[in-house]
């Protein structure tokens, strides 16, 4: 069974960068679209991006000038960098793993996405 | 911020049924497959249906999902306390070329 597992700091300084990584264990991830959530304090869920087995990815445009994901196939693992961190970015961030697919016509709709697989989370803190 | 509009609340007694209400538009909704997510308190969202309506497995039959236009619902029906969560859709926006998620609806089991 796919398991998915965020680490890094808990805490980061304001002004600096935020990195997370998320290892993959008990399964593949070629095909899938890795993703990573966040979750400010109390408020609901915040799209951040993701990453295909190809490398190609796809951000939040609220976020896509501070944000870049990697992956590392050999390894298993993808990562979230977030640069010049403010306290609004103190959340839980989450990695997932992401079904999307496009249906070509004559399907009336355009895309299947989501997300099967989650890890925990992690929490983390931007200090002034 | 979300573009996906929830109530913010939804309650029924013990063996009832709740709807939870998604509004989105053209670009989101009407136009992609429609996810929702279950969040129990203090752990990590899981899905509970995707394609507007499958249930993945181990998934109950008291979750239903529907969709009319921009918009999409959640049924839980035989409502249970152990249903008590905060509950999410999700989607993909054609325009924005992101995911996005409602703003999130909390169950409470009276």
């Known amino acids: 069974q796919v398991q998915l597992q965020e680490s890094g700091p808990g805490l980061v300084k304001s002004s600096e960068t935020l990195s997370l990584t998320c290892t993959v264990s008990?399964?593949?991830?070629?095909?899938?679209?890795l993703s990573w959530i966040r979750q400010p304090p109390g408020k609901g869920l915040d799209w951040i991006g993701y990453?295909?087995?190809?490398?190609?990815?796809s951000y939040n445009p609220s976020l896509k000038s501070r944000v870049t994901i990697s992956i590392d196939t050999s390894k298993i693992q993808f990562s979230l960098r977030l640069s010049s961190v403010t306290a609004a970015d103190t959340a839980i961030y989450y990695c997932?793993?992401?079904?999307?697919?496009?249906?070509?016509?004559?399907?009336?709709?355009?895309?299947?996405?989501?997300?099967?697989?989650w890890g925990r989370g992690t929490t983390v803190t931007v200090s002034s | 911020q979300s573009v996906l509009t929830q109530p913010p609340s939804v309650s029924a007694a013990p063996g009832q049924k709740v709807t939870i209400s998604c509004s989105g538009s053209?670009?989101?909704?009407?136009?992609?497959?429609v996810s929702w997510y279950q969040q129990l308190p203090g752990t990590a969202p899981k899905l509970v249906i995707y394609?507007?309506?499958k249930r993945p497995s181990g998934i109950p039959d008291r979750f239903s999902g529907s969709k009319s236009g921009t918009s999409v619902t959640l049924d839980i029906t035989g409502l249970q306390t152990g249903d008590e969560a905060d509950y999410y859709c999700?989607?993909?926006?054609?325009?924005?070329?992101?995911?996005?998620f409602g703003t999130g609806t909390t169950v409470t089991v009276l």
């Open positions: 999700g989607t993909w926006d054609s325009s924005l070329s992101a995911g996005v």
């Open positions: 997932a793993r992401g079904t999307k697919r496009f249906l070509p016509w004559p399907s009336p709709r355009d895309y299947i996405y989501y997300m099967d697989v």
């Open positions: 008990g399964g593949s991830i070629s095909n899938y679209y």
């Open positions: 394609d507007d309506n």
């Open positions: 053209s670009s989101n909704i009407g136009k992609n497959y």
């Open positions: 990453i295909d087995y190809s490398g190609s990815t």
